[in-house]
């Protein structure tokens, strides 16, 4: 493991730069010290512009565990450091379809090469444009720490604005995907003042499984950057089922569990309204 005193770290306390081998070493070094986890830096380095980094820096980009998108028996399998470059080569069925839509608006293809799917859920930024899509798909994270793993709903991982349910000993190591038990595909919107290097006023992700005679047997639709926390729409997501993808189906009151606000991008009623356009243009995409 690679431990490196960086300058300008503030004097006192166990600060640097460790940079672990392995995962079992990056879990042992949560375990004996706080630190900041390092992975692609795209989200970590531009907060920290123009400050001395004061923080213990725990650098796991080289643990090649934790790369890659494969098929697993069960499902499919996101290890944490696999970048949204990886996300959009990967073969993946139509179930994915909203990720790969997403991927390619993340940033540009810059961020797209460095940024990582477990760093922008770990960010927890209410605009990230993988959690919707994430709890569209149904996913879990695998949090690994000396003591052993568990697995977390995304849905129960994200908490809030930058806050999330990762204990300050644990590594997301994976974010995982179960195979669907009909035919599926999904679709993602996104609005923002320009299509690339944007940060999203709304954006909706949907994912519908098929019955054989082409009615929705499931739907899940989550709405992010108009809530503290990306939201899904139960109401909503009920109504479908046993219905062809219909837009009209989606009703005003669908979206309760929103409370976007205002800020510099959009005010809440614009926001509110655009919600209302961009799910009824998913549930089209899924028709």
Request: hydrophobic share 45%; charged share 25%.
């Amino acid at each position: 493991m690679t431990n490196i005193t960086v300058s300008g770290l503030k004097k006192g306390g166990a600060l640097g730069y460790l940079r672990p081998a392995t995962v079992e070493e990056a879990v042992a070094a949560l375990s004996a010290r706080r630190s900041t986890v390092l992975a692609g830096g795209t989200d970590l380095f531009p907060a920290r512009v123009g400050r001395p980094c004061d923080e213990a820096l725990l650098d796991i980009s080289g643990l090649a565990a934790l790369r890659g998108v494969a098929e697993t028996e069960r499902g499919w399998r996101f290890g944490a450091l696999a970048t949204w470059r990886d996300v959009l080569c990967a073969e993946l069925p139509p179930l994915f379809d909203g990720l790969k839509a997403a991927a390619r608006q993340v940033g540009g293809v810059q961020i797209q090469n460095r940024g990582t799917i477990g760093g922008n859920l770990c960010n927890a930024s209410p605009a990230a444009d993988g959690t919707p899509n994430w709890l569209a798909l149904d996913a879990t994270v695998e949090l690994a720490s000396a003591n052993g793993t568990r697995c977390l709903p995304v849905a129960e991982f994200v908490r809030g604005n930058r806050r999330t349910a990762r204990r300050e000993d644990e590594l997301l190591v994976a974010v995982h995907v179960a195979r669907p038990a009909h035919p599926a595909r999904g679709t993602f919107r996104k609005l923002g003042a320009r299509r690339y290097l944007v940060i999203s006023i709304i954006m909706v992700a949907a994912v519908a499984e098929f019955a054989p005679d082409g009615t929705i047997a499931s739907a899940r639709i989550a709405v992010g950057a108009a809530s503290e926390v990306a939201q899904r729409l139960p109401s909503l997501e009920a109504r479908l089922i046993g219905q062809h993808p219909d837009p009209s189906l989606v009703r005003e009151k669908d979206l309760a569990p929103l409370s976007p606000i205002d800020d510099v991008r959009a005010t809440a009623a614009y926001r509110r309204d655009a919600a209302l356009t961009l799910v009824r243009r998913a549930i089209a995409d899924l028709a």
